[in-house]
């Protein structure tokens, strides 16, 4: 199973108050802006911190990570898919990251505080009522059908991970565990083992692959049965023991719990993922929907699905971090981290344009371009051993975000067409910000 990162969750107190005195591995304002205070979390990789941003007086989190327990735990690539990952989502229920740092010897990442605390502290000190449960049922499913429509499977949702902002709504965190669409092999499915044994779905366990929107749905169905009983469906000390009753889908309903929840909850944790309840039909369900349409969004927050960022959530980090000098590989003093599978910049130029040099360029070197929606490529060339895939979606009126993106099998050759022959050819495409963070 794969190493799993301190949970978010972790990092909150909300009994604490004030800043202590700040610690010296900090040296002052991290950043000339954060003022950091009380560590409120920790774990093997990394520590939290409470903080405040001293131009607005908020607080947020800061999850300060060691570069060297990062590489020598073999968690670069997981490290670089959380923050892209991260930087992504702009969800009502998701934890927003502000931004990510790094000095010589550590990387922090500033995120959202959430005031709440853990959904799990809460449904600990007694369980909840159906309605509450349905409630931020509810939210949970908006945060997951909002990944799922990125092509982001959570892989670790469990109460832990899910935080409480001030005004208590659910706030989805800890996406170490994620996995990307990109990550999907050529049967459809993706491979690696990870999550919570309690949590995690049978198919999981199987090692013959999994879908990971279904097994998502699983740990949803895992967590609605926490908030409605106050203990877990499959608990067993012995872990084959339990492994056995995931498999079976063997659980015991609380003599509280209705008729439709029961019906509900038996299409959540259907052992079977090819019968398994999808998020479509988690929508349309009776006790969901408790008798009245319930609209979800899973597009955007604006409800535009052209827009890839909502504009009223754009700041300096988001521009920066989308152009051309931003480099997960400079947070890694320059190590081998590997080459990256894709690639993402802002342009201020039409689509069309970009379409137009991108085809240009790529017909130049004999290879073969094939129009998709919206102004996408896919490029292709070199008998088969190289095929780049390139997307453009809004980002404000002016901006355009370009994503880059090639198959994980590919070898060198297609990396050196794209470093050295197509990219350079677009640079005088690339939005240069002169905002500073």
Known sequence: MMINMPEMADIYDEESSGFESIPAEMGGLLGGRYEVGKLVGYGAFAKVYRARDVRTGESVAIKCVSKQR?????????????ISIMRRMHHANIVKLYEVMATKTKIYFV?????????????????????LSRKYFHQLIAAVGYCHARGVFHRD???????????????VSDFGLSALKEQIGPDGLLHTQCGTPAY?????????????AKVDVWSCGIILYVLIAGYLPFNERNLMVMYRKIYEGDFRFPKWTSPDLRRFLLRLLDPNPTTR???????????????????????????NMKVHVVTKCLNAFDIISFSSGFDLSALFDDSDCG?????????????????????AVAMAEGMTVTTREDCGLKVEGHNGNCTIVIEMDRLTDKLVVVEVSQREE???VCRKIWKTKIRPKLSGLIYEPKTTV
């Open 111 to 131: 995120m959202e505080y959430e005031k709440g605390g853990e959904l799990f502290a809460k449904v600990s000190k007694g369980r909840f009522s159906e309605d």
């Open 277 to 303: 309840i999808t998020v479509d039909e988690v929508i349309r369900d009776p006790w969901f929907t408790n008798g009245g349409e319930k609209q979800l969004n899973f597009l955007s927050d604006d409800s």
């Open 70 to 82: 990062i590489v020598t735990g073999g968690l670069t690539d997981h490290i670089k898919r959380e």
């Open 157 to 171: 949702l469990k109460p832990e991970n899910l935080l409480l902002d001030e005004n208590w709504n659910l706030k």
């Open 339 to 359: 080459i990256p599978i894709g690639e993402r910049f802002v342009s201020d130029y039409p689509p069309e344009k970009i379409r137009d040099r991108v085809q």
């Open 200 to 212: 995690v779905a049978p198919e999981v366990l199987g090692k013959k692959g999994y879908d990971g």
């Open 410 to 412: 590919v070898g060198p």
